[in-house]
């Protein structure tokens, strides 16, 4: 399963050549491989519902959806009806069971998704890079003799994938956490714009820059994961890269990059050029400002203590330290703040938007480095920080801008991944993937 793509599986279901019973059962085998990495990947597997799934979906004469038949995964947010849903935490292990299922869950299953299981994560999705002291943190495929980091918060999201225990994959992204993932495990994620997918039964880290996104192994894959999701298919046709417009900001955006992903990145943008699209520097100041208006932990801090301080009353030894050091700064801001926060948001994006008229979109490298060693960051608190905040950084950006964005695959083959990050404005997400496959294919005719 590794080597077929959601898209050709589909098809091959379609046609009768491929049964959703044996995908499930490959996906199986790779879960419960002893010497793999399933134990980390999944904190809940749904070995008898998704065989129910995949012999139902074998039995139908008419295919329900693209998804019908195809193994996913569900990141451990959503809500599934009878179950309890932990968040990646261990203080949430006794919580009442939901009462029904995320809207998201609710239209996978009546697309014919096979939901094959739940997804470790950062604990409350706080966080970057993927690390879970609670249930272990999965390896990246990537150099998995040095156990590096597949990136967060949807950590288990991309494992999944790589490892062939599914075909899709759906996260959440609130500073990254769809396309950090994706970026160093050599995967496409899609960040929709937020509003254009339902919430109802996702466990929220801060509802004002919570995104339900989307990783597959190539763009055509998310949009038929994007199409069920969303409940209705974006309009996303190649464009001729000729005729596009790009930009690159040069303020905050390419700082820090190791060589592996400042090489990846200025080639991806020679790539482009070469197929006629023309790329400009612009300086984008605005995202200088960032820094000052977060400073006191923002909307995430704010909107993540207000849900969590009873239970960090109760209970704060069962939090991992480096996630409630930082819901805990919420515990400083007011409505005032908020009231402050959005309308310095608001101004914000009203001023970027401006800058960005007349360019189809925002290219950045996703993250500045490769995946490093979990054992690094696990040993040095101050080291974990850094790399997180550099981590979030240029995904989280977007976030703020309430845009739609995806990060492609842009290594030369065999190296460590590197995600190029393609950008636009909200609701622009049909013209965004548009232009995404147009440069995921100069990317790979290269």
Known sequence: MNNVTLQQASEQLAQGSLQASDLLQQAFSRINAPDGEGKRTFIRVYTASATQQAQAADARQQKLSALDGI???????????????????????TADAASANAAVVDRLLQAGAVIVGKTNMTEFAYSGLGINP???????????????IPGGSSSGAAVALTDGMCLGSVGTDTGGSVRIPAALCGLTGFKPTA?????????????????????????????????????????????????????????LALDGMDEAVSSAFY???EQLKAQGATVDSLPLSEFSELATINARGGFTALESWQWHQSLIARQPEKYDPRVISRIRRGAELTDADRITLEQQRADWQQ????????????????????????????ADEEHYFRVNGAMLRNPSIINFLDGCSISLPCQPAGAAPVGLMVSALPMQDSELMGWALSIEQALTRA
């Open 195 to 251: 509003r254009r997918i339902s919430a109802a039964g996702l466990q929220p880290l801060s509802p004002s820059l919570d995104s339900i996104g989307v990783l597959a192994h190539n763009v055509s894959s998310c949009l038929l994961l994007d199409a069920v999701i969303a409940g209705e298919p974006l309009t996303a046709v190649a464009q001729d890269l000729s005729h596009a417009r790009f930009a690159v900001p040069q303020t």
């Open 134 to 148: 609670h249930y272990g943190t999965p390896a990246n495929a990537f150099d998995r003799a040095s156990r590096r």
């Open 351 to 378: 001023r970027v938007s401006a800058e960005l008229t007349g360019y189809h979109a925002l290219l950045m490298p996703t993250v500045p480095v490769i995946a490093p060693v979990i054992a690094e960051l696990e």
């Open 71 to 93: 193994p996913v995964s569900i990141k451990d947010l959503f809500d599934v009806a009878g179950e309890t849903t932990t968040g990646g935490s261990a203080i949430l292990a």
């Open 267 to 269: 080639q991806a943008i």
